[in-house]
């Protein structure tokens, strides 16, 4: 059995407002093997967002870890100083952010912003750094790497700069790639393009993904396990095949009637859209049942 | 057969655009080019595409809120657009608009009751009991409570904000509603209880639906016909079986196999790969597949929409 690259367990996070603390993640657990694209879905409000800044050691107050361990590698990210996170992030983790335009810097080329990781995470000198950048934004697939990484992000259009921010996010081969709703903003051909590539590429170099989106299409495309988030806490999760093909939980169950399903109405005739709230009596509860199905033995171990 | 409520005829919108460069001369970007279809009463048009096709456009032109460069708009047979058409007041009463964001769409200083009491006055109900009257019979139709007509629009979550929205859009009882991307801001289990609703409503009024969407799945659930647009044109029209059981033009195919949908996903369903039969085709090419973005300053060139099987049409590349 290999050692999972993230270990995050009981994670507890809190808002401080005044003298009361209001609990925001309720004690979450879950682990990202190598290599495994692992998705968080859940709806607005849910803590997914939360769960990714926590493990980047980006919450702003007043939110704050309030107990529990994310490990990294066997280490907890938790005890790191800011100078020691700050060395780790952008270097063995990134993250993808929903909007590019607001992650990218207006005032900067992008290939003078992808350079940048070379030569903090590398030592590199700014001369190399830019060749590399170019690289990277072939790697990417953009077409004229050499003309578009002297392209200030506004001269770049919604699809490209979110290849920009992969390109940015996998410079230095991280470890695990964090990518926090990376297609929301953008049209669908462009978004299936965006996912493929961010699949293709994870897959190519090993690297592992956690992936955060409300839509649970791009998580079933994407990812090969699935933690599906209410309120806090984690009340699902399984391997991606039985999540969809058998869910547990009467939430998940709700959230998957609700979906209007492409090529359902051809099959079966227009069917109402399961009202979540119709079968679910009482909202306050679902967050005290949690199906957590055992990872598939590898090696002799569950 | 009835006369269609309404019928647009050969839209066009262009924008005159400051040409690049100090003396640059101007420029014309080609919104929408030629777009012509029926709406009937009680039906659900969607129209389809990605940002910057004309979808959008195409929508204010039908509420008089962009000018037409060229073609017509009727409405039960009469001019609904231009200089021959009706003013603001009769129009209102005849097309209404659900706008995407239910945060943005509503005055947030004003209670729910003032927001949907105005459109009333204005159009000359003085009477207080039956305004009030109406707006509690429109709540409760898009399932909020009288009570909830005195607060203010940031007490509602957003699901009960774009019910709010609906309320608003109804108020007047007219006939055909304009649904811009009426559930893309809203969460999955949200999102379905504003499906059911605009489905009850429609059946219960018996409303048209003009819904302008970039999600493929709810345009399936909620649609009677659908037209695809790229690049300020109509590149496929049909039925909504027709469109998603057999597209024939490669944008539209294109688009389909692009969304992310668990069942596609796992393999549970297979898509159907099928694709219209096009015997007409003879060497003629499809219009732009939608590979490569279009160039919106340059005149689109001269093809046109050919109907291959009973209200299936494509657009193809002009005869030589």
């Known amino acids: 059995m290999t050692a999972p690259l993230l270990d995050v367990r009981g994670l507890k996070v809190a808002a ?20 495994e694209a692992y998705g968080l879905v859940g709806e607005s409000g849910s803590g997914k967002s939360v769960t990714s800044l926590a493990v980047m050691g980006l919450l702003k107050k007043p939110l704050r870890v309030a107990g529990g361990e994310i490990l990294f590698k066997g280490q907890d990210l938790l005890q790191l100083s800011k100078r020691e996170m700050r060395r780790l992030r952008g270097n063995r983790v990134a993250m993808i952010f929903q909007e590019p335009m607001t992650a990218l810097n207006p005032l900067s080329t992008v290939g003078r912003q992808i350079a940048e990781m070379f030569v903090l995470h590398q030592g590199k000198g700014w001369d190399e750094a830019q060749r590399l950048a170019v690289d990277a934004l072939a790697s990417v697939r953009v077409p004229n790497p050499d003309r578009r990484a002297r392209n200030f ?30 297609t929301t903003a953008l049209d669908v051909t462009v978004q299936a393009e965006v996912l493929r590539l961010i699949k293709e590429l994870c897959a190519e170099r090993g ?53 209007p399903r492409l090529g359902s109405r051809s099959q079966h005739g227009r069917q109402r859209l399961v009202d979540i709230d119709s079968i679910i009596s009482d909202r306050s509860k679902l967050t005290e049942t949690r199906f957590i199905a055992p990872r598939a033995a590898e090696g002799g171990q569950p | 057969m009835t006369a269609p409520l309404l019928q647009v005829d050969d839209l066009h919108v262009r924008f005159p655009i400051a040409g690049g460069g100090l003396l640059g001369g101007r420029r014309t970007l080609y919104a929408v080019n030629g777009i012509s279809f029926d709406l009937a009463k009680g039906e659900c048009l969607s129209i389809v595409g990605e940002s910057g096709c004309g979808k959008s456009t195409t929508a204010l032109s039908i509420l008089g809120l962009q000018e037409a460069t060229e073609g017509s708009i009727r409405y039960r047979g009469q001019p609904f ?102 559930v893309s801001a809203l969460d999955v289990s949200i999102r379905a209880q504003i499906i059911n609703l605009l489905l009850d409503l429609q059946e219960k009024r018996g409303l048209s639906y003009l819904m302008i969407s970039h999600d493929l799945s709810v345009v399936e659930h909620m649609s009677d016909r659908v037209l695809v647009m790229f690049a300020g044109q109509v590149v496929e029209e049909g039925g909504w079986r027709q469109i998603f059981e057999t597209p024939a033009h490669p944008y539209t195919r294109r688009l389909i196999a692009a969304i992310p949908d668990p069942d596609v996903a796992l393999r549970r369903s297979e898509r159907s790969e099928r694709s219209a039969d096009l015997p007409m085709l003879d060497g003629r090419a499809f219009v732009a597949d939608g590979s490569v973005a279009p160039d919106v300053f340059v005149r689109p060139a001269p093809s046109e929409l050919v109907e291959f099987a009973p209200g299936h049409k494509v657009r193809l590349a002009a005869a030589h």
């Open chain 2, 81 to 182: 657009s231009g200089a021959g058409g009706p003013g603001r007041m009769q129009r209102a009463r005849a097309v209404q608009m659900v706008f995407q964001d239910p945060y943005a769409s509503l005055n947030p200083r004003q209670t729910v009751r003032t927001s949907l009491s105005a459109p009333l006055r204005l159009h000359g109900i003085k009477s207080a009991s039956e305004i009030s009257d109406r707006i509690e019979a429109m709540l409760a139709d898009v399932g909020l409570t009288p009570e909830q007509a005195d607060r203010y629009p940031h007490e509602f979550s957003g699901g009960q904000r774009q019910r709010i929205g609906i309320a608003r859009a109804l108020i007047l009882e007219p006939e055909i509603v304009v649904l811009d991307e009426p």
């Open chain 1, 207 to 259: 690297t592992a993904v956690l992936f955060i989106s409300h839509d649970l299409g791009v998580i079933a495309s994407t990812c090969q396990r699935v933690g599906v988030m209410y309120s806090g806490c984690l009340v699902e999760e399984n391997e991606t095949q039985a999540l969809f093909g058998d869910p547990r939980h009467e939430y998940t169950r709700g959230l998957l009637g609700a979906l």
């Open chain 1, 16 to 35: 401080r407002l005044g003298d009361r603390a209001h609990p925001i993640l309720k004690e979450v657990s879950f682990q990202i093997m190598p290599g």
């Open chain 1, 153 to 182: 992000p506004h001269q770049m259009s919604g699809g490209l700069r979110q290849r920009v921010m992969i390109a940015m996010a996998l410079a230095c081969n991280p470890d695990l790639l964090i990518a926090d709703e990376p």
